[in-house]
Nanobody, 127 residues
């Protein structure tokens, strides 16, 4: 069974930070671009960030640029999302995904590229 497992979510005050982790089970991540997505009730899942298989390219949604940083540690089979200066509007369930995209990040975050989804981790930003 191919799985991605997210961790690191929780409750944080506005302006605070969280570091999310995405660990693979049953396969290796080194050949995949990895995306982070988020979703709130009643809305479509939206792309947040992407990192290419090599780590050489990263992309961010406009709403998180300058605040979030994606990185990967292929020997650990793990991808991270460092989230700083968090805002209430960042509240969502965050999902990582392995992308069937030839190891590359597209300019958009296409759900059709997702090969494997994680189960999600809740991030709540509230005072």
């Amino acid at each position: 069974q191919l799985q991605l497992v997210e961790s690191g979510g929780g409750l944080v005050q506005p302006g605070g930070s969280l570091r999310l982790s995405c660990a693979a089970s049953g396969f290796t991540l080194e050949h995949y671009a990895i995306g982070w997505f988020r979703q709130v009730p009643g809305k479509e899942r939206e792309g947040v960030s992407c990192i290419s298989s090599s780590g050489g390219t990263t992309t961010y949604a406009d709403s998180v640029k300058g605040r979030f940083t994606i990185s990967r540690d292929n020997p650990k089979n793990t991808v991270y999302l460092q989230m700083n200066s968090l805002k209430p509007e960042d509240t969502a369930v965050y999902y990582c995904a392995a992308l069937d995209s030839w190891g590359m990040c597209s300019g958009s975050y296409r759900l059709r590229d997702v090969a494997v989804w994680g189960q999600g981790t809740q991030v709540t930003v509230s005072s």
